[in-house]
């Protein structure tokens, strides 16, 4: 009878331990494993997608000039380049026609290749990585594994975990909630995408992240990307203001046009 | 961005009635009197706050009041508004002040 106790005791402790994480160093240890991270701080912008006052990319701009997607132009993780199957091709024409819906952010994948800049804040225990539109990836580099299915719910952001291997950050994110219903930019993929990213200084000034995307849902096979990063110019901080002022609606004849404005506080 | 006409460029002098500086999107309000003295509110879509501020604009920069011409694409379906391209004071000055980052 004692023993049983004891064993149920032991369970009680270990359920309520939470998850495994990686063991508490000291601080001396710590700041050992941090002198070792590579320093990407500052703000970084997808590469030529420094955008003007209008909200549009000079790239971005000329492409649509000659008649071009401005987005095919600057964003890779649009979707233009991925292997669709079927149902991929059927969500991404029902996103082309939804074009100018209201969006709620930006979400992950498609805050990592946005005009907005990304902020990567590298401790030994986890990346954050940060945008101007508050999107969060808490990137945990601490050795633990994605939480037990029944632990676990879809997000616009996904459960990301991390590892380095050398000077490049491997990410694996899953439980993507379909982010084209967040942002209407984003590519239409499925939850039951499995997204890896290896991220690294290239150069001064270039940061690499090559993407590989399987989704058995919407892709025929892996997608593979890549988004190049720049500093961000004329940035001293990050700008952030809340999300609650979008203005584009629908006409009459149901095309997208701009709504009257409303009294602001 | 596609609700834009962007073959075509309009030029408009005003008085704004109020700088929306709001994500996602900066709007001007600015109120324009045409030809025949008849005052018309466009609804001037911009960039977010944060690529403004990139170029030098601050909430502060349009206050309600100030006279300013703007050079825009025009929304395709013919209402008072369209995407700022250009922002200037009357005389032809830029606005927002550029700060290296």
């Given at each position: 009878?004692?023993?049983v106790a004891?064993?149920?005791?032991?369970?009680?402790?270990?359920?309520?331990?939470?998850?495994?994480?990686?063991?508490?160093?000291?601080?001396a240890?710590?700041?050992?494993?941090?002198?070792?991270?590579?320093?990407?701080?500052?703000?970084?912008?997808?590469?030529?997608?420094?955008?003007?006052?209008?909200?549009?990319?000079?790239?971005?701009?000329e492409?649509?000039?000659?008649?071009?997607?401005?987005?095919?132009?600057?964003?890779?993780?649009?979707?233009?380049?991925?292997?669709?199957?079927?149902?991929?091709?059927?969500?991404?024409?029902?996103?082309?026609?939804?074009?100018?819906?209201?969006?709620?952010?930006?979400?992950?994948?498609?805050?990592?290749?946005?005009?907005?800049?990304?902020?990567?804040?590298?401790?030994?225990?986890?990346?954050?990585?940060?945008?101007?539109?508050?999107?969060?990836?808490h990137?945990?580099?601490?050795?633990?594994?994605?939480?037990?299915?029944?632990?676990?719910?879809?997000?616009?952001?996904?459960?990301?975990?991390?590892?380095?291997e050398?000077?490049?950050?491997?990410?694996?994110?899953?439980?993507?909630?379909?982010?084209?219903?967040?942002?209407?930019?984003?590519?239409?993929?499925?939850e039951?995408?499995?997204?890896?990213?290896?991220?690294?200084?290239?150069?001064?000034?270039?940061?690499?992240?090559?993407?590989?995307?399987?989704?058995?849902?919407?892709?025929?096979?892996?997608?593979?990307?890549?988004?190049?990063?720049q500093?961000?110019?004329?940035?001293?901080?990050?700008?952030?203001?809340?999300?609650?002022?979008?203005?584009?609606?629908?006409?009459?004849?149901?095309?997208?046009?701009?709504?009257?404005?409303?009294?602001?506080? | 961005?596609?609700?834009?006409?962007?073959?075509?460029?309009?030029?408009?002098?005003?008085?704004?009635?109020?700088?929306?500086?709001?994500?996602?999107?900066?709007?001007?309000?600015?109120?324009?009197?045409?030809?025949?003295?008849?005052?018309?509110?466009?609804?001037?879509?911009?960039?977010?706050?944060?690529?403004?501020?990139?170029?030098?604009w601050?909430?502060?920069?349009?206050?309600?009041?100030?006279?300013?011409?703007?050079?825009?694409n025009?929304l395709?379906?013919?209402?008072?508004?369209?995407?700022?391209?250009?922002?200037?004071?009357?005389?032809?000055?830029?606005?927002?002040?550029?700060?290296a980052?």
């Amino acid at each position: 009878m004692r023993r049983v106790a004891a064993l149920m005791a032991a369970g009680l402790l270990v359920a309520m331990a939470g998850p495994v994480v990686a063991q508490t160093k000291s601080p001396a240890a710590r700041a050992d494993v941090f002198r070792k991270l590579p320093n990407w701080s500052g703000y970084w912008l997808t590469e030529n997608d420094e955008t003007s006052i209008g909200g549009l990319s000079q790239r971005a701009i000329e492409a649509k000039a000659t008649g071009q997607s401005g987005p095919r132009a600057v964003m890779s993780l649009y979707g233009f380049g991925a292997p669709w199957n079927d149902e991929g091709k059927r969500r991404q024409a029902e996103k082309a026609k939804a074009g100018g819906r209201k969006a709620e952010g930006w979400g992950y994948p498609i805050m990592m290749n946005g005009a907005a800049p990304i902020q990567f804040m590298i401790t030994p225990e986890e990346v954050l990585i940060i945008n101007a539109y508050r999107d969060v990836r808490h990137v945990y580099t601490d050795g633990r594994k994605h939480p037990d299915p029944d632990d676990i719910w879809p997000t616009v952001w996904g459960d990301s975990i991390g590892h380095w291997e050398g000077d490049t950050l491997v990410i694996d994110t899953i439980q993507v909630k379909n982010p084209n219903y967040y942002f209407h930019g984003a590519p239409p993929l499925s939850e039951e995408a499995h997204y890896v990213e290896r991220i690294r200084l290239v150069a001064p000034g270039k940061i690499e992240n090559d993407v590989t995307i399987i989704d058995p849902v919407t892709l025929t096979g892996p997608w593979k990307a890549k988004v190049t990063y720049q500093p961000a110019k004329g940035f001293d901080r990050m700008i952030s203001i809340e999300y609650d002022n979008d203005r584009t609606g629908s006409d009459e004849a149901g095309q997208n046009t701009i709504e009257p404005a409303t009294g602001r506080k | 961005m596609a609700m834009f006409d962007q073959q075509k460029t309009v030029t408009l002098t005003g008085t704004v009635r109020e700088f929306q500086w709001t994500n996602p999107h900066c709007y001007i309000q600015l109120s324009v009197k045409n030809a025949a003295g008849v005052t018309t509110e466009w609804s001037l879509e911009m960039g977010a706050p944060m690529y403004l501020f990139a170029e030098g604009w601050r909430p502060s920069t349009l206050k309600a009041g100030t006279q300013i011409s703007v050079s825009i694409n025009p929304l395709k379906d013919g209402k008072p508004g369209g995407v700022v391209l250009t922002a200037t004071t009357p005389d032809g000055k830029q606005l927002g002040k550029k700060k290296a980052a």
